[in-house]
């Protein structure tokens, strides 16, 4: 991530003070380490009990420079599955002002359809442009893939990017998707042992 120097980077599965992971707290130590601003939003947590720390379970988003207002929404449910969120910024980049998120969906193909229908809907009613990155667990072509791609752009279409699994990908899991016409371009994906799951990587171009 260091070579890299993203100015905008989303990530999916991160854990807070969980044993599992010595307690790290993932998005304050990747903040601290790239230098830059973290927020993280929990969608499962452990056993709480008086006098310990409750370990948790989520997404993160890590921006360089200032966030208006930073929040996490929950996604529809399943009884008796993960809890599933989304993560989103408001900024202003390059003289234009952006909303940034992440998600990470579910792993049934009901459930995403019903979590592509209520990103679909709260994008439509997003008043600036965004940038829409996650694991979304779905395959190009998929009805939740096509709920997305009818109201924004998957920059990532045609590229025939592989990014899960890390060591040996085949099918591509993670997307960005664009609204507002924000011109797009490298796209590529980088290897790397952190994660199971390879990054994309974009570039956005400054307006004209």
């Known amino acids: 991530m260091r070579d890299l120097s993203p100015d905008l980077l989303a990530i999916q599965e991160a854990d ?15 903040a601290a380490a790239l230098d830059m601003q973290g927020f993280f939003s929990p969608n499962l947590q452990g056993d709480w009990l008086a006098g310990r720390v409750v ?18 929404l ?5 009884p008796g599955r993960e809890h599933r969120g989304l993560a989103r910024l408001h900024m202003e980049r390059g003289g234009r002002k952006l909303v940034f998120a992440t998600t990470h969906f579910g792993r049934s193909a009901p ?5 592509a229908r209520f990103v679909a809907d709260w994008l439509r009613a997003i008043d600036r442009p965004a940038i829409l ?11 939740e893939y096509r709920v997305l791609a009818s109201c924004a752009s998957d920059i990532t279409a045609g590229l025939n990017l592989v990014t899960f699994p890390g060591d040996v990908p085949d099918p591509q899991r993670d997307y960005v998707f664009t609204t507002g016409g924000l011109a797009v371009g490298a796209v590529q994906t980088a290897e790397g042992d952190a994660s199971d799951h390879r990054p994309v990587v974009v570039e956005l171009l400054p307006p004209d």
């Open 111 to 115: 459930e995403r359809l019903s979590q």
């Open 55 to 72: 370990h948790q379970f989520g997404i993160a988003l890590l921006w360089k420079g200032v966030a208006e207002d930073v929040l996490g």
């Open 74 to 78: 929950g996604l529809p449910a399943v």
């Open 16 to 30: 807070r003070n969980w044993p599992r992971s010595a307690g790290v707290d993932h998005c304050c130590e990747l």
């Open 133 to 143: 990155a996650g694991d979304f667990n779905m395959t190009p072509g998929s009805p």
